[in-house]
């Protein structure tokens, strides 16, 4: 292992490693390992254990924008800048989600695309009822959708790969486009 990538969590790691493979790429050949670090407060143990003060491997990783200040002041503790802005963070190889990866991967597919991937999961009449609650009538079926892959402890999980696996490659979300181009 040369290279770490670090996503928050597991349908992160998942939806990264089926680009991956959709590339073409091995990431294990390749000596990336793509490490889910259980949310982003966690970032600085992660950094230390692999970064410049520990094995000092190469870092990557994946963030959600309402977590990207975690990772900004990890990667300044760790020693790896100063006043870090979102280009700085990219250069270091951190790529922040516009909201998270789920909203980035609804965005690219489109709605009807990802509701064709809950259908295909035996979710479609559960999203329906979701759909009916108070709280969600009248709000885009985008944020419908985001929140749903949410409600249920294993959907995220259960749909990363899927939703990867239905995107147009020409239509890769950027973070994780980015993402893989710098490892």
């Known amino acids: 292992m040369r290279t770490v990538v670090l996503v928050e969590g597991i349908s992160d790691r998942l939806a990264v490693e089926a680009l991956a493979a959709r ?32 094995l000092d491997l190469r ?22 800048g100063s006043n870090l802005a979102r280009a700085d963070l990219e250069a270091l190889g951190f790529f922040v989600c516009v909201v998270d ?3 980035e991967l609804i965005r690219s597919l489109g709605a009807a695309a990802v509701m064709e991937v809950v259908d295909a999961q035996g979710d479609l009449g559960s999203f329906r009822t979701f759909q009916k609650q108070p709280a969600w009538r009248g709000r885009a079926v985008e944020e419908q959708l985001r929140r749903f892959l949410g409600t249920h402890s294993g959907r995220k999980i259960q749909s990363a790969a899927l939703l990867v696996e239905a995107l147009d490659l020409t239509r890769v979300p950027r973070p994780l486009e980015r993402l893989l181009a710098h490892v």
Do not use: K, N, W, Y
């Not at 590339?23 to 950094?47: E, M, Q, Y």
């Open 101 to 103: 990866l789920e909203d």
């Open 59 to 80: 870092l990557a990783g994946l963030c959600d924008a309402g977590e990207e200040r975690h990772f900004q002041r990890a990667l300044e503790r760790t020693g790896l």
């Open 23 to 54: 590339r073409g790429r091995d990431l294990g050949a390749d000596g990336v390992s793509v490490v889910p670090i259980g949310g982003a407060h966690a970032i600085g143990t992660f950094l230390a254990r692999f970064g410049p003060g520990g």
